[in-house]
């Protein structure tokens, strides 16, 4: 079974463009079984939006990069030339290590900042709940929970992060005298 992802994140593509793709959860069922049926190669599919990016992670029998990027122009009613200029594409091995690095907040803007982990996790959530999620893209996302588990206890990732909120009030707060 072949693995890929399509994504845009806060490294590939401005906010202006992001803020097209992201996917609202009261919407998220309806979109993962628009994409999977409208492919017959999509056999498994989960969505992770947040505020810094969007990923769709897919599974089936030979990658389908293209109409996968072609789904998602459509939905964020932007053209496909464009969509691909800001967009990663990755399949196989390195779409499990992109989904480790995301898992583990080596790819969030504010390394190693934990709400990531929990936002993948919903995604799984509502990607099962949805009837979307099979075997591999489970076993891939499971893996992804240990090797973010496992980064976080055994080095100094987690010691010192935090969200993207924390940042901007401690960096609120050295430029202003009074926040209240």
Not at 51 to 73: D, K, M, V
Not at 121 to 140: F, H, M, P, Y
């Amino acid at each position: 079974m072949s693995v890929w992802t399509l994504g845009l994140n806060h490294k590939s593509a401005p906010l202006a463009l992001r803020e097209r793709f992201a996917f609202a959860t009261e919407r998220m069922e309806q979109s993962l079984h628009q994409l999977r049926h409208r492919f017959d190669s999509h056999k498994e599919v989960a969505i992770l939006s947040t505020c810094n990016r969007t990923e769709i992670y897919c599974a089936g029998e030979h990658s389908q990069l293209p109409q996968t990027l072609s789904w998602l122009a459509q939905e964020g009613d932007t053209d496909v030339s464009v969509l691909q200029e800001h967009t990663y594409c990755l399949t196989g091995d390195d779409s499990a290590r992109h989904a480790f690095r995301v898992a583990s907040g080596l790819d969030s803007m504010v390394l190693g900042e934990p709400q990531i982990l929990g936002q993948l996790k919903d995604a799984v959530r509502v990607a099962t709940e949805a009837g979307a999620l099979g075997t591999t893209l489970n076993q891939l996302f499971q893996r992804s929970f240990s090797v973010a588990k496992e980064v976080r206890s055994k080095t100094e990732i987690g010691a010192h992060s935090i969200s993207m909120a924390a940042a901007a009030v401690r960096l609120a707060g050295r430029l202003f005298e009074d926040l209240s």
